[in-house]
C-alpha cells in the first residue's frame, strides 16, 4: 500500500511539472507569435493610413487615418497587375514543377551507391556553390548565344537548378533504405520505375520543403526580369511593383521640384500595400505545406 500511494503521488507531481512546463512553453510561444505578428500588423496597417498621416505621426499598429490611396495608386491599371500577376504565377508554378523534376531526378541519381562517380559528381555541384563565372559572361552567354531577352524562359531557366537544394535532396534521398531499393530490382523494376514509385513517394517531405523554397525563389525574383526583360507585357509582379516604386519616388522628387506638396504622392503607403500585394498569396500556401517543411528541412540538416 505504501509503495502504491508513493507511486500515486509520484505521478501526480509528474502531472502537475509537466502541466506547468507545458503552461510556460505556451505562454512563451503565444508572446513570441506576438512579436512576430506584430510587423506585419504595422505593414497592413500602415499601407491603410494616409501619406500625411505618416509624415505627422509615423507609423502605428491602428491607421490614425484611414486611406487606400496607396491601393488606388497601385490599381489604377487593373489590367497591368492582373498581367504581372499572371506571368508571376505562371513562372512559380512551371519552374517549381520543372525544378522539382530535374532536381529529384538528379538527386537521386547522386544518392544511388551503384552510380560509380558520385562523389565527384555531388563535388562539381557543391563547386559551383563556392565559385562562379561572374556576372559580365553569364549575361552575355544567356543573351547571346541562349537568346533569352525578352522571353519567359529567362525567368525560368537560370534559377531551375539550385546545388544546394539538389544536396539537400540527395541526403534526403540516401536516407530511404537500401533493402528497399534491392527488392524493387528483385521485382524487375527499372530506375526510372524506382525513382518515380519508391523513391519520390518516400520523399514527399523533402520534396516539400525544396518545392517551398524553389517557390518563393521565383515567386520573389525580380532581378532577373531586369536583366532580360524589356517588354512591360512580360513584367513579372516584383519588377512592375519595383517599377511603379520607381516612378512614385520620381514623382515625388519632380513633385517637390515644381513645389507640389509632397503628402498629395502616397509614396510611404505604397511601400507597403506594395509588400501586402507581393506576399500576401504566398502566404496562404505555407500553411498547407509547414508539417512538410519542417520535417524536410530537420531530416536534410541533421542528417546530412
Known sequence: MKKEGSVRRHRLHDTRDRRVFNGIGYCYITVLTLFCLIPFVLIVSGSLTSQESILANGYRLIPAEFSLEAYEFLFKAPGDMLRAYGVTIFVTAAGTAVSLFITSMAAYVLSCTTFRYRNVMSFFFYFTTVFGGGLVPWYIFNVKYLHFKNSLISLILPMMVNATYLLILKSYMKNIPESVIEAARLDGASDWQIYTLVAMPLCKAGLAAVGLFTALNYWNDWYDAMLFIDNSKLYPLQ??????????QGMAAAAAQAGIPVAQIPAEPIKLAMTVVATGPILLLYPF?????VKGVTIGAVKG
Open 239 to 248: 519588377y512592375y511593383l519595383n517599377d511603379i516604386l520607381n516612378k512614385s
Open 289 to 293: 505545406l509547414q508539417k512538410y517543411f
